[in-house]
């Protein structure tokens, strides 16, 4: 399924590009883009939007 999250705390490009990759090597998880400019996550995952938000705040970041 395909879930649109919005995230706060990405401060520059280059965060969305470290969250981008850090959720692509979930094996869970088959498409994964970030962008910067909206503060959007969209993922093609198998997990449910919980486990999602786990680890995109894992990595620093949070969501809503």
Do not use: P, W
């Amino acid at each position: 399924m395909t879930i649109e999250l919005t995230v706060s705390g990405m401060s520059c490009g280059g965060c969305a590009a470290s969250l981008q990759k850090a959720l692509l090597a979930q094996s869970a998880i088959s498409q994964a883009r970030v962008y910067f400019a909206s503060s959007k996550a969209v993922i093609e995952s198998e997990l449910s939007k919980a486990a999602l938000i786990a680890l995109i705040e894992a990595q620093g970041f949070q969501v809503g």
